[in-house]
């Protein structure tokens, strides 16, 4: 037998080491009744003949999404499941089946991710890296185990990935700013500073330094991505001594809190405030106004990664994947010329609105119901 045939059984296992089918299985699950010694001797006997658990006498036909401890949350909008669909496509030719891993809380702190993701009985994995870098992915590709990364990338030579090329587009949409007579533009960040997103800063730092056009610091609101962070940065602009008449946010739903915001502040969107955000899907459809976008297709990324991996693991595809997928820049109906003069906000405004929501406006009387002549 190969020792890296990937063939052999818990009895087999159990044979070599002199131990029992039970101590053995209980090892591979992690169980706390095992002493740590004859755990570290299982773990290694199986990662060096390549062991894999089996559904009846079949390998197992399961790519893993791996992602770090809690990682979805409602500021990451449509990418997640935009991303899940195109996963499913992909899996398809292969007749593959997902599971979801969250790696932090259920991986030992003496186990490599090669023995935790055959414990967890899958052939290869999806990284989704929720963070400033890629060390997830990059200590995964370390090991040798199959693997790609989705929206974030990696100079390491073994780290296969798919992401966007977003900061040319970037660039784009705040040069559209610039050229419509927009002199102080905005620029609405995440905290968390992904390679995507640092792409998208450099978009509008390389825009500014095009037209002569100085960085202001003040200019630059860091916000969580989400509604929340959104409607704060609008509030934190506007109120500032030299508002700006444009914002360009990276977060699809950062662009849609903002865009809310202003319609209970009734600032006019693009007249009197122009706005370019960021899409993963066709969020940017279903505001008013259509904001005009950077876009990018999560479920792309989904489609292409899991049918490379798929094909991989089934020796269909042998190259590796390192690719730039480009953005599209869509234009809607969310800027236009620079005011005259920009809006700016005071306490005493931003009280008045809080208190036209808090006491809406009586509804009107009912109309007398239509009777026949």
Not at 21 to 43: G, M, W, Y
Not at 88 to 102: T, W
Not at 118 to 130: D, H, L
Not at 280 to 292: A, C, K, L, Q, V
């Amino acid at each position: 037998m190969s020792p890296r045939s990937g063939t052999i059984s818990v009895r087999e296992l159990a044979s070599r080491l002199g131990v029992s089918t039970a101590t053995v299985s209980r090892a591979l699950n992690n169980h706390p009744s095992v002493a740590p010694e004859t755990r570290a001797r299982v773990l290694e006997l199986a990662d060096a003949t390549g062991y894999m658990p089996r559904v009846g006498q079949r390998h197992s036909t399961n790519i893993g999404l791996v992602y770090p401890s809690h990682p979805v949350t409602p500021e990451f909008g449509s990418f997640e499941s935009a991303l899940l669909s195109g996963i499913m496509r992909g899996m398809a030719e292969q007749r593959y089946d997902l599971s979801l891993i969250e790696v932090d809380r259920d991986r030992a702190q003496d186990e490599s991710y090669t023995q935790f993701f055959r414990r967890k009985g899958v052939r290869g994995v999806i990284v989704r890296t929720i963070g400033p870098d890629a060390r997830l992915a990059e200590a995964i590709a370390a090991e040798g185990f199959p693997s790609i990364v989705v929206a974030a990338r990696s100079d390491r030579p073994e780290v296969n990935f798919i992401c966007s090329d977003s900061m040319r587009d970037s660039q784009r949409a705040v040069d559209h700013l610039i050229q419509l007579g927009h002199h102080r533009v905005a620029l609405v960040v995440h905290t968390v500073l992904d390679s995507d997103h640092r792409d998208r800063i450099e978009g509008y730092e390389r825009a500014l330094a095009a037209h002569g056009i100085p960085i202001d610091e003040e200019l630059i609101i860091r916000q969580p991505a989400g509604m929340e962070g959104g409607r704060r940065a609008l509030s934190t602009m506007l109120s500032l001594d030299t508002p700006p008449t444009a914002v360009f946010c990276t977060n699809p739903l950062t662009t849609v809190g903002l865009l809310h915001r202003c319609l209970e502040l009734r600032i006019s969107v693009p007249e009197s405030l122009s706005v370019i955000g960021f899409d993963d899907s066709d969020t940017r459809n279903h505001t008013f106004p259509h904001y005009t976008a950077v876009c990018q297709e999560a479920s792309q990324f989904g489609y292409e990664a899991s049918r490379w991996l798929t094909r991989t693991l089934e020796g269909v595809e042998s190259l590796p994947m390192r690719v730039h997928r480009p953005t599209t820049l869509s234009f809607n109906q969310s800027t236009g010329p620079a005011p005259a003069q920009p809006v700016r906000l005071d306490a005493t405004t931003e009280e008045q609105v809080r208190d036209q929501i808090r006491e809406p406006r009586p509804a009107k009387a009912a109309r007398e119901p239509l009777t026949g002549v």
